[in-house]
């Protein structure tokens, strides 16, 4: 009879040892993982919010999921170094991360799914955050938070991460050394909000459907390049809105199919160049107070308007136009006439926004018809003198075959000629 | 009525005008299509799609206008439409059958030119039709067959009806347009805005231009200046409303019409 008693008393001691540990709160989990230790979360769901002051790394297992009962982020990193959290889940709360005076912070592939914020840095430095997805919540962008927001902090970095549903997917406020690379962000008010940023390198990102792709406000010295840039068509959405910026380079981004590709005001010496603008209703649009900006070598293609200013001194030079009507006959590659892209119409709908109800109507199209040939004896404003005969883009297309198209077509072809012919005879 | 809208839709198949204008339209709606290949295919208003709409506003409403009331103008000149009134048919139902057949036969125009570009989009698989032009033809030829009757009525003759037609085509398209941005530069942004507003009620091209913004759902395109009034047509007050309005654009072409036409009828 000893031997069963003596088992029970064994497996009941085992079940005693091993209940605290998985009942400890996050807090407690922390606090007894040493510095420097590693930490892996239990496969359950945590409602409950930490604070984490030391080098740590946490982990999560697959069914880990992390939630906040208050309006208290779910972690807390302060006055920290050295701390990763990697591979974690958190569900709808009202903030995932928030770090504040901390450095080395690494957030590697952590997921987070109807969040009013996502992550937000406050005074830090070398701050990595990668592999990242956050979807916000429903309504309208006043009732969201910003995905991930730094503030007042330097050496940033946000790769590979994807944002979706929120106010702005990534806001940056008094950066410094800020790179921004292969981010995707969508269904938001700003892509990327820059403010009273210093150094800022933003490449490869990929925005879509926000009311404006990258805001850069009041920064300066910042490279923005190889970005896709699409379909901000909101109300005074625009690719890019460059706004009290100075030292911008602007360079092989694409920007297709957006209200305004890049809207600029009061900015100063900016570099546009080797960019594709493709089927935007204005693809760059100056105002009077910018100075000293160059556009050079970009193509223009399928945009109702290329560029249209109310009077800047901006240089504009060997750019691919193609509602370009000159010739070659030196065959330089480079057309024999002066590109003009003034055209009146344009400058009165920077000047009066109600005259926007009649962009590309059937009388502005005669109108700018008209415009062409009045402008071509313009010297000053908007003038390219060296347009290129040819775009340094590849706009082919793959053929493909749609047969229902086809089907549809001929039926309807066929349909139209035999009414016709019987039409007629009878 | 049923044999006089065979009779007419036959008469108008018939004629080499009508033909000249199909082949016509037909081509530069299939060139317009092939070049929009150009352009990467994005959502939105681009520069192929204002093509393509600007196609449809100057062209349909042009043949429509011009066909439409030469027709009905050379009835009462030839003394045909004093031979009908012989037969037991009311004004109003000669009227409906010259609209019907009118619609009809620019129908088949439109039939041929989707066919067309179906067919090619079917082959390349770059081209785009999107049924929102097929809704806005439509309405386009059902407005305009409307308005090129009454012309037709209103005219002495087949050159006044020509030119009548033009001269409608002209101020719809372009002239009204020009005079309310010729405004724009006397008067404030807020009444350019309400200017325009009304113009858009007023001006049958620019209802349908209108229609389109809304029906494509890229109300946006008109500016922050209109979110108010476009918002209000995005409702399904507004839906209602403009399927409304433009019925009205339909009747009150051919009521206007049957009332001069019974009044002119003594002396025809």
Redesign the interface.
């Known amino acids: 009879m000893k031997g069963p008693r003596f088992l029970m008393a064994f497996f009941v001691s085992l079940l005693f040892f091993a209940l605290p540990a998985s009942a400890d709160t996050l807090q407690q989990q922390i606090d007894k993982t040493p510095e420097g230790g590693t930490l892996k979360l239990f496969d359950r769901d945590y409602m409950e919010t930490a604070v984490i002051n030391k080098p740590i790394t946490i982990t999560g297992g697959d069914e880990t999921l992390l939630m906040s009962d208050s309006d208290k982020p779910v972690f807390t990193i302060k006055d920290a170094t050295d701390v990763t959290l990697k591979g974690l889940r958190f569900l709808q709360s009202g903030s995932a991360v928030v770090v504040k005076n901390s450095s080395h912070v690494k957030l590697d592939g952590l997921e987070m799914i109807q969040m009013f914020s996502g992550v937000q840095v406050y005074d830090s430095s070398d701050v990595t955050i990668k592999g990242l997805t956050l979807k916000g919540i429903d309504g309208q962008f006043a009732s969201k938070g910003y995905g991930l927001a730094v503030f007042k902090s330097n050496d940033i970095e946000l790769s590979h991460n994807n944002v979706t549903s929120v106010q702005d997917a990534y806001y940056l406020e008094h950066t410094k050394n800020v790179t921004v690379t292969d981010n995707v962000a969508t269904d938001s008010r700003y892509g990327l909000h820059f403010m009273y940023a210093d150094g800022i390198k933003a490449e490869r990102n990929t925005l879509t459907r926000n009311v404006t792709g990258i805001m850069l406000m009041l920064a300066k010295n910042a490279e923005l390049r190889h970005n896709k840039i699409s379909i901000q068509w909101d109300w005074n959405s625009s690719g890019f809105t460059l706004y009290n910026a100075e030292n911008i380079v602007v360079e092989q981004n694409t920007f297709s199919g957006n209200r305004t590709g890049i809207l600029s005001q009061t900015l100063t010496n900016a570099q546009i160049r080797n960019n594709v603008f493709s089927s935007n209703q204005t693809a760059i649009e100056f105002t009077a107070a910018d100075k000293n900006n160059t556009v050079e070598g970009n193509d223009f293609v399928g945009n109702i308007l290329n560029i249209r200013s109310d009077g800047s001194d901006s240089i504009i030079d060997k750019n691919y136009y193609d509602d370009y009507g000159g010739n070659d006959i030196d065959e330089n590659g480079v057309g024999d006439t002066q590109y003009v892209a003034l055209q009146s119409f344009g400058q009165w709908m920077v000047r009066e926004p109600a005259y926007q109800y009649f962009i590309e109507s059937p009388a502005v199209v005669m109108l700018n018809q008209m415009d062409k040939q009045t402008n071509r004896v313009e010297k000053n404003q908007l003038v390219d003198s060296t347009p290129m005969m040819e775009p340094t883009s590849d706009f082919k297309k793959e053929q493909s075959f749609h047969i229902w198209a086809l089907l549809f077509g001929v039926i309807m072809l066929g349909g139209a000629i035999f009414l016709w012919r019987k039409g007629v005879k009878q | 009525m049923g044999l006089f809208i ?1 009779l007419e ?2 008469q108008m ?2 004629s080499r005008w009508m033909q000249l204008v ?1 082949v016509l339209f037909v081509v530069i709606f299939a060139a317009i299509s092939l070049i929009q ?12 799609i ?1 093509s393509f ?2 196609l449809l ?2 062209l349909l409403p042009l043949f429509t206008l011009t066909i439409g009331s030469m027709s009905v103008a050379s009835d009462i000149e030839s003394g045909w439409y004093s031979l009908l009134k012989t037969y037991p048919m009311s004004i109003f139902g000669y009227l409906w059958s010259k609209y019907v057949a009118i619609v009809l036969s620019f129908f ?1 125009i439109l ?2 030119a ?13 081209m785009q039709l999107p049924p929102v032009f097929i809704f806005l033809s439509i309405f386009m030829v059902l407005i305009f067959a409307a308005i090129a009757v009454f012309c037709g009525v209103l005219a002495k003759n087949r050159l006044h009806a020509l030119s009548l037609s033009l001269v409608v085509w002209a101020v719809s ?2 002239l009204f ?2 005079i ?2 010729a405004l ?1 530069t006397i008067v404030s ?2 009444m ?2 309400w200017l ?1 507003i009304i113009m858009i009620h007023l001006n049958p ?2 209802w349908l ?1 209108f229609g389109y913004f809304m029906f494509s759902g ?1 109300t ?8 108010e009034f476009t918002e209000f047509y995005t409702s399904f007050f507004g839906y209602f409303l403009f399927i409304m309005l433009s019925a009205l654009w339909v009747i009150i072409p051919l009521g206007l019409a049957n009332w001069i036409l019974s009044k002119k009828g003594r002396e025809v």
Do not use: D, H
């Open positions: 065979k839709w036959k198949l018939r199909a290949q150009m352009a990467m295919p994005v959502e939105g208003f681009t520069r192929q204002a709409l600007n506003l100057f088949l039939l041929l989707f066919g067309i570009v179906l067919t090619m989009s079917g082959i390349t698989g770059q398209l372009l347009s020009y309310l941005m724009g942004g807020t350019l805005k325009t091209a620019e231009r890229q946006t395109v008109l500016g922050p200046a209109f979110y």
